[in-house]
């Protein structure tokens, strides 16, 4: 088992529909946990983090943590074309090592 | 601060040849990771170092792989001798050691490394 895991995708949704992108994670230890958007060719970069179970949000992004589940989500509101890219959802473990998940491809339809 | 730096950023090489990618993390950040991205396997964390100690190593595929980190400003990853299925983006991030957990990694532009 994979210590975190996304469906690869692709993921599509219409313009100014909400995406809906899901990560679970092995390691109980696990305390933070990152969500990372990566364009073709480039290099990921991080969009939110999250450690309190709950949510957070952040413009038209809220990421969503269930510690008891070891579950991880990214809402993504009124989604744009711009925000087609693949999303790396990562966790930092036990050792401070951080581990990253397949990533999900979305594309956002005009 | 540049960010992180990586050289080169693209490298062609034949098979059996010695590949050695180099990293400059953010001044003053003490983890240093590397790893290997592939359509098949996604972003992999190859090894990471803190305070520039190799911490876990358990992600090195061979021992074709190595990575070195003689001082806080310099990170090499080398694969002697180099094989196709090496071809691959290969990464170094940086991150700053802070008390809890919140902190993100930094990564640089990668090297795509083709190996023929």
């Known amino acids: 088992q994979k210590e975190v895991e996304q469906n690869s995708g692709p993921l599509s949704v219409p313009e100014g529909a909400i995406a809906s992108l899901n990560c679970t994670y092995s390691d109980r230890g696990s305390q933070s946990f990152f969500w990372y958007r990566q364009y073709s060719g480039k290099s990921p970069e991080l969009i939110m983090f999250?450690?309190?179970?709950g949510d957070k949000e952040d413009g038209r992004f809220t990421a969503q943590l269930n510690k008891a589940s070891q579950y991880v989500s990214l809402l993504i509101r009124d989604s744009q074309p711009s925000d087609s890219a693949t999303y790396l959802c990562?966790?930092?473990?036990?050792?401070?090592?951080?581990?990253f998940g397949a990533g999900t491809r979305l594309f956002v339809k005009a | 601060d540049a960010g992180v730096i990586q050289s080169p950023r693209h490298e062609v090489t034949e098979m059996g040849q010695e590949v050695t990618l180099r990293c400059k993390p953010i001044?003053?950040?003490?983890?240093l990771f590397w790893y290997r991205q592939t359509m098949m396997r996604g972003l992999e964390l190859l090894i990471y170092f803190n305070n520039n100690v190799p911490i876990d190593d358990s992600g090195m595929p061979e021992d074709r792989f190595s990575a070195k980190m003689p001082n806080a400003s310099f990170s090499t990853l080398k694969i002697q001798p180099s094989e196709p299925r090496d071809s691959a983006v290969y990464f170094c991030a940086s991150r700053k050691d802070r008390v809890g957990w919140n902190t993100e990694a930094f990564f640089g532009q990668g090297t795509r490394l083709t190996v023929v």
């Open positions: 990562a966790a930092t473990t036990v050792g401070f090592k951080t581990i």
């Open positions: 999250i450690y309190s179970n």
């Open positions: 001044s003053g950040h003490d983890y």
